[in-house]
């Protein structure tokens, strides 16, 4: 399957596809003139003799060291070998390849001089599923992810390093087993390929993605975790949150009103309840995990607008016949999505670990065991699991600090104010990994409590999560090694399985549900 991308008119759902999927792309063949009329400006300029940035100079400090037209091709290699300064792990494959389909879209919208052959090749990449190796470090996010994407297209010269089923070869072997060729980079091609936000936004939009299918995962949860304490569902009601009108919470409360209908055991409490309100995270649910959804919206928002958008310098107008530069490189609006993403991730998993606590201590859970565990003494049952909880609760807490507000010259002071995008961005995967493990936690603990209320029954929406839940990870009657069933319990959240359970498919990122 082939997905054909239009510039500028790419949607989010289409990006998650080629993130999830890991479909092949390719553009819309009508941007091919437009891409081909810069590119024959951009070669005008380098034939010459007045000085235009990137593609008759050298770079960034350098900018006023004229280059001779024999020495152009040697200029942009020369570019991408010197930006090959990654570190760390490398970036996963489904990411990259995310990376590589949004530089697509960047170069399609034909203002960054390159020919056509570039495009064909990117694409003839991601078909035969050809990955640079792409270290995860080295960008601060201005003058555009250098180091990631020049590993990138070190593999587009022959150079650098590829994943080329499931081996790692030397970029040149990868190609040349894939039946594609290498490209000799013109005028401005070098520059236009590692100029550019894609990396930061490619994983900013990973963590959009993750983040909201663990959003809606914990509506799934705390759903379960309502019923398990035998909470109200008055808070519920939605005139409450009309009242107050955010959408995203008055979504939440409709998704778990509808989820908690039929429940036998919030029926059997309406009367003679001596609790008169329950704990906030409980009540509050809507309103907090609500907000953290308007607030990945918000994010979606600006990811989807620089997904579309051109982000390299120079830039070629065709229309007024000027190559300018400026400095749309600066991955600023990345940064601050980021950054809002991982606000909305640390509180989903607050309020959820502040359930799992509820959950445990039989001070507050409604009379269910210490622990949620039949014989609590012998069996310690759920006990560490909630300090795990704890934890990540904890980390994500602190990986939440905004990377937007970091700044530190570079480049002798020629790019005096960067955004730290790559790193907000990076963080995003690590903080949803610490999130899908409490919100799994969370999931095991909200079951073992609705199974403790029998005879009574939870809802039929619940009932059919719960079956889910029972398939992979067993009642926890007596003590057992508890780390495979938090792994399995944590890929429930992140594989879609409880969403699908409970039909909450509807809940589509960027979309009101």
Not at 443 to 468: D, H, M, W, Y
Request: proline share 5%; hydrophobic share 45%.
């Amino acid at each position: 399957m082939t997905v054909t991308l239009i510039p500028a008119s790419v949607k989010l759902a289409e990006l998650e596809r080629i993130w999830r999927d890991q479909v092949a792309v390719k553009l819309d063949p009508a941007a091919r003139d437009g891409v081909e009329a810069a590119h024959a400006m951009v070669r005008k300029a380098a034939d010459g003799s007045d000085a235009v940035y990137g593609v008759n100079t050298g770079f960034g400090k350098l900018a006023s060291v004229k280059i001779a037209p024999e020495d152009t091709e040697t200029l942009q290699r020369n570019l991408i070998l010197s930006h090959c300064c990654g570190v760390g792990e490398p970036l996963d494959i489904a990411t990259t390849r995310l990376m590589m389909a949004l530089k697509l879209l960047s170069l399609g919208r034909g203002a960054s001089g390159v020919r056509w052959d570039l495009i064909e090749l990117i694409e003839g990449m991601l078909a035969k599923s050809v990955t640079p190796v792409v270290p995860s470090q080295g960008s601060v996010g201005a003058s555009g992810d250098l180091a990631p994407l020049a590993h990138m297209a070190a593999v587009m010269i022959g150079a650098g390093d590829a994943i080329y089923e499931g081996k790692t070869l030397p970029g040149g072997e990868a190609l040349a087993k894939a039946g594609l060729t290498p490209v000799v980079l013109g005028p401005k091609e070098g520059l236009a390929l590692i100029n550019g936000t894609q990396f930061s936004t490619a994983c900013a939009l990973a963590g959009l993605f993750s983040a909201w299918r663990n959003a809606a995962s914990s509506i799934v949860t705390s759903s379960l975790s309502t019923d398990a304490i035998m909470g109200s569902t008055a808070p519920l009601v939605d005139e409450i949150h009309t009242l107050r009108g955010h959408p995203g919470q008055i979504n939440v409360a409709r998704a778990m009103r509808d989820l908690m209908t039929g429940s036998e055991i919030r029926e059997s409490h309406r009367e003679g309840d001596t609790r008169v309100q329950d704990p906030y995270c409980i009540r509050c649910q809507p309103q907090v995990t609500g907000a953290a959804m308007d607030l990945l919206r918000f994010a979606g928002q600006t990811l989807e607008i620089e997904a579309n958008a051109v982000t390299d310098n120079p830039l070629v107008l065709k229309e007024d016949g000027r190559i300018v530069s400026g400095g749309n490189f600066h991955a600023e609006p990345v940064a601050f999505a980021a950054d809002q993403i991982a606000l909305a991730v640390a509180e989903i998993g607050a309020i959820a670990q502040r359930r799992v606590a509820l959950m445990v201590d039989p001070t507050l859970s409604h009379d269910l065991p210490p622990f949620l565990t039949p014989e609590p003494g012998l069996n310690s049952g759920l006990m560490i699991a909630e300090v795990t909880t704890a934890a990540l609760m904890s980390e994500n807490k602190h990986l939440a600090n905004p990377c937007s507000t970091d700044s530190t010259p570079t480049s002798a002071n020629q790019e005096d104010h960067v955004s730290m995008a790559a790193h907000g961005a990076r963080r995003l995967a690590r903080m949803n990994a610490n999130l899908s493990y409490i919100l799994g936690v969370e999931l095991i603990c909200a079951a073992q409590g609705v199974e403790f209320r029998a005879p009574l029954k939870t809802s039929p929406g619940l009932l059919n999560v719960l079956k889910s839940v029972r398939s992979d990870i067993p009642t926890v009657k007596e003590d057992r090694y508890m780390a495979p069933d938090l792994a399995k319990a944590a890929e429930l959240v992140t594989g879609g399985t409880l969403v699908d359970a409970a039909n909450l498919s509807g809940f589509v990122v960027g979309e009101a549900a």
